[in-house]
């Protein structure tokens, strides 16, 4: 059997306060996907209004066949992390199962969870993308027997913070350079 490739997947929670939704999120995440960059793994996202009433929505790109396939693997590794060798059987059966139930990604459970953890008139989205982009650089990478060391991801916001302390930091050097260097007691 030939081996699936996937592309690296990422796992986004967000938070929305008081949330303002007219399909923004949607388009953005429908373009992304019609246009080959990602695809929609799994997404649950909770909503709790401001009288406490839950709604819920999941949501995924994956066929039948796939969703049983993913599920497998997910549920292998897992069994491999917690179990070792041992769980990796048991692990790949109960993700079968999962996906064939048509359970896989959240389950009810998880979404009470989370939405006793979010205040009323509050959302919250799990998202689990895979970037499709990066399948042949993916591929490349392992033909020329490279290996990840460490990866993550850097936001603009990130990098604005980042640029605000090393702003202060030369400031403040440029500061001690300029003071006169005081005479040593005698």
Do not use: C
């Not at 692990?91 to 389950?107: L, S, Y």
């Amino acid at each position: 059997m030939a081996e699936v490739m996937y592309g690296p997947m990422q796992l986004l929670v967000i938070g929305f306060k008081n949330p303002d939704f007219h399909g923004q999120i949607r388009q953005a995440l429908g373009s992304a996907m019609e246009a080959g960059v990602v695809r929609l793994i799994d997404l649950r996202f909770v909503w709790k209004d401001a009288n406490g009433d839950v709604s819920a929505m999941e949501a995924t790109q994956l066929d039948d066949t796939e969703r049983q396939r993913f599920g497998a693997a997910v549920g292998a590794l897992i069994g491999l992390g917690a179990g070792g060798e041992e769980g990796v059987q048991a692990g790949w059966e109960a993700g079968t199962m999962a996906a064939a139930q048509r359970t896989f990604g959240m389950t009810e459970e998880n979404v009470r969870k989370i939405a006793d953890t979010i205040p009323n008139d509050s959302a919250a989205a799990i998202f689990l993308i895979e970037h499709l982009w990066a399948k042949d650089l993916k591929q490349a990478l392992r033909d020329a027997n490279g290996h990840l060391i460490a990866d993550g991801i850097v936001t603009p916001e990130a990098l604005v913070l980042a640029g605000a302390a090393l702003r202060e930091a030369v400031e403040a050097a440029e500061t001690a350079e300029k003071k006169p260097m005081a005479a040593p007691a005698r």
